[in-house]
C-alpha cells in the first residue's frame, strides 16, 4: 500500500493552487442525471471518490468522459437502470447523491444503505423522510432503499434539521427531487453549505425553478424538464483551509491560490485568534505566515457558516503546539476524534471529554510512523508531520487520495520534504528484477 514518508521542521514556502470541491462535485455529477442532454463540469478533481461517483453513474447508463482540458462530460444514454450497488456504495457513503436524481429524473431508484464510517453513525433519516414529503414510497429491504414516485399533491413543506443540524447531502437529494415534483415544494432548515448552494446553482442552470439559493429556506417549483449545461465548481474549501494549516503549523510562507476566502470566515478568524497571520491577497488568494507560536483557542464545530467539522482535525494537529490549553468540541459528529490516539503517538497532550477535547499544547511533536483512518484525520497527521521534528511516516494514504489530488506534489512544491512510496511494490520489483 502507498504510504507518505515525511521529514518534518521544514517551513512551507511559496505559492499553491487548491482544486474543485470534492463536495460540490459528487453531487454535481449525480445531477447529471436529471439531464436530458450533455452536461460538462469543469475544474472537478480528480480523486478517488470523484472515480467511483463515475462508475456509479455507468451503472446508471450515464456515460462520462475526462477530456484533455481536465473537464468532465456526461451524457445519459439509458434511463432504465435505477440501481447504485453494494459493491460500489459501500466504498463512498456519498453515493447516496444519487437517490433524489433518480427519484426526479426517472420515478424510482434503488440504493444500497450506505454504512457508518469512522467518524460515527452516518444516518440518513431526514432524506428518506423528505422523499417522502415529496410523495414518495420508501421501504428498506435486504440492504437496499427502494423509493418510488407516488402522489405529491400540489404543495408540500420539508423539514431537514436533525439533531446536529441540517444534513448537507439530505439537502441535496431532497433538492434533486423537488426540481422535477410537479408543484410547489418549501425546504426548511436546508444547509447552506457553499457545496449546496453551488450545486442548487448548477441545478438552475440545467433550468431548475428555486428561490433562497443560500439561504435556510429553499422554494422550489417543478419543471418539466433539466437541460445539459456546462459549469464550473467552486474551489474546494477544506482543501484550502488545509494547506493554510500546514503553512502555519510549519512556520511558512504559504499563498492559497484559487480558493474563495468568503467560504473560510469561521476558519480565518480562529486562525487569527492563534495570533497566526492571514492575509487576503486578493479576492482568491489568501497568504499566510506562521511566526511565533499559535496561541490556544476554543473551536465549536457547527453548520455552515460556522468552523466546518472538516477542518476540525488539521485546527486539533496545529493546537496541539500551541502555547497553553485548547478546547475542540465536536458538535457535527461527536465521535469524530480518530486522530487524537495517533498525534498522541507524536507527542500530543490531548483528552477527551465526551465531544469535547482537550489540547495542551507543546513545544513540537516528534515524527513517527502513523496509520491514516479517515480522510480529514489523515490530512491532520500529514500537516503534523510536517512540523514534527524527525521522520513520520502514513500508512494507507488511500484515504487522503479519497478528497485531495496528489496533496504530496502541491506540499513538495512549497519545499515540504514528503514523498509517497510502496514497499512492497518496491520490494516485488526487486525481488523481480533477481529472478530476470
Ligand atoms: C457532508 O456529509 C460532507 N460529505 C461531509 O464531508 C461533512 O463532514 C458533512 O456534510 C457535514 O458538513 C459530502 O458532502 C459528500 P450531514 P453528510 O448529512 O451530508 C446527522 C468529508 O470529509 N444526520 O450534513 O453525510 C449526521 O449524523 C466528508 O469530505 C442525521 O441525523 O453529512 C451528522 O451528525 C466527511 N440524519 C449531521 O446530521 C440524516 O438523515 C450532519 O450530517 C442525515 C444527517
Known amino acids: 500500500m502507498d504510504r507518505f514518508e515525511i521529514l518534518g521542521g521544514v517551513p512551507l514556502r511559496g505559492e499553491v493552487t487548491v482544486g474543485g470541491a470534492k463536495n460540490a462535485a459528487l453531487p454535481m455529477l449525480a445531477a447529471t442525471l436529471l439531464a436530458e442532454g450533455p452536461c460538462r463540469l469543469v475544474g472537478v478533481p480528480d480523486l478517488r471518490d470523484i472515480r467511483t461517483m ?8 450515464v456515460e462520462a468522459t475526462r477530456r484533455d482540458d481536465g473537464s468532465i462530460e456526461t451524457r445519459v444514454v439509458d434511463t432504465e437502470p435505477v440501481q447504485a450497488p453494494y459493491e460500489l456504495v459501500k466504498t463512498m457513503r456519498a453515493s447516496i447523491c444519487v437517490l433524489g436524481p433518480l427519484l426526479g429524473a426517472r420515478g424510482r431508484a434503488e ?7 469512522v467518524i460515527g453513525p452516518r444516518p440518513i433519516d431526514l432524506h428518506l423522510a423528505g422523499l417522502e414529503r415529496l410523495g414518495a414510497t420508501v421501504e428498506v429491504e435486504a440492504g ?9 399533491g400540489e404543495f408540500r413543506e420539508i423539514y431537514l434539521g436533525g439533531p446536529f443540524g441540517p444534513t448537507v447531502t439530505g439537502t441535496f437529494n431532497v433538492l434533486a427531487a423537488a426540481v422535477r415534483t410537479p408543484g410547489t415544494t418549501v425546504i426548511q432548515s436546508a444547509a447552506c453549505e457553499p457545496e449546496v448552494v ?3 446553482r448548477f441545478l438552475v ?6 428561490e433562497g439559493i443560500g439561504s435556510p429556506t429553499l422554494i422550489v417549483r417543478g419543471v418539466e424538464r433539466l437541460s445539459g449545461t456546462t459549469y464550473r465548481v467552486i474551489p ?8 493554510l494549516c500546514a503553512g502555519a503549523m510549519t512556520y511558512g510562507d504559504v499563498t492559497v491560490r484559487g480558493c474563495d476566502p468568503a467560504t473560510l470566515t469561521a476558519p480565518l478568524a480562529i486562525l487569527e485568534r492563534m495570533g497566526v497571520a492571514v492575509e487576503r491577497v486578493d479576492a482568491e488568494a489568501l497568504r499566510v505566515r506562521g511566526g511565533s507560536r499559535p496561541q490556544p483557542v476554543d473551536i465549536v464545530t457547527l453548520p455552515y457558516p460556522g468552523f466546518p467539522t472538516d477542518l476540525q482535525a488539521q485546527f486539533m494537529a496545529l493546537l496541539s503546539v500551541a502555547e497553553g490549553n485548547s478546547f475542540v468540541t465536536e458538535k457535527i459528529y461527536p465521535e469524530r476524534f480518530i486522530n487524537v ?21 507543546v513545544d513540537a511533536l516528534s515524527g513517527c510512523h502513523v496509520m491514516a483512518s479517515d480522510l480529514r484525520a489523515s490530512a491532520a497527521l500529514v500537516v503534523a508531520g510536517l512540523a514534527a521534528r524527525g521522520e513520520t511516516i502514513v500508512e494507507r494514504v488511500y484515504h487522503i487520495d479519497r478528497g485531495y489530488e496528489r496533496i504530496e506534489e502541491k506540499l513538495s512544491a ?3 520534504r514528503i514523498r509517497r512510496t510502496n514497499p512492497e511494490r518496491a520490494a516485488a520489483e526487486v525481488a523481480g528484477a533477481s529472478l530476470t
Open 236 to 243: 474546494d474549501r477544506i482543501e484550502a483551509g488545509t494547506l
Open 144 to 152: 437496499y432503499i427502494h423509493v418510488r414516485e407516488g402522489d405529491a
Open 205 to 210: 442552470a440545467m433550468g431548475a425553478d428555486i
Open 198 to 200: 453551488d450545486v442548487a
Open 111 to 117: 440504493v444500497s444503505f450506505p454504512g457508518g464510517c
Open 341 to 361: 490516539a495517533e498525534l498522541q503517538r507524536m507527542g500530543a497532550r490531548i483528552r477527551k471529554e465526551g465531544p469535547t477535547a482537550i489540547v495542551s499544547g
Open 414 to 416: 512549497l519545499g515540504g
Open 54 to 61: 463515475l462508475r456509479i453513474l455507468e451503472q446508471l447508463g
